[in-house]
């Protein structure tokens, strides 16, 4: 549960951020966020963005 809080604070202090900016942030593999994000969508706490920018970056807001 340590990794869910660390990612929604991420995204509470600076607004929609990718799975690799949040990763970098806070010093863990993308695979934990990547893991994070798709419990905590899955709660209805997040959600994934459409990037113009390409398909694979989806920021999380």
Do not use: C, F, K
Request: aromatic letters at 4%.
């Amino acid at each position: 549960m340590t990794g869910y809080v660390g990612a929604l604070n991420q995204i509470a202090l600076n607004g929609p951020m990718t799975v690799a900016e949040i990763a970098a942030s806070l010093r863990v593999t993308h695979v934990s966020v990547s893991q994070a994000r798709y419990s905590l969508e899955a709660a209805g706490l997040v959600h994934s963005l459409n990037d113009e920018e390409g398909a694979r970056r989806r920021p999380i807001t």
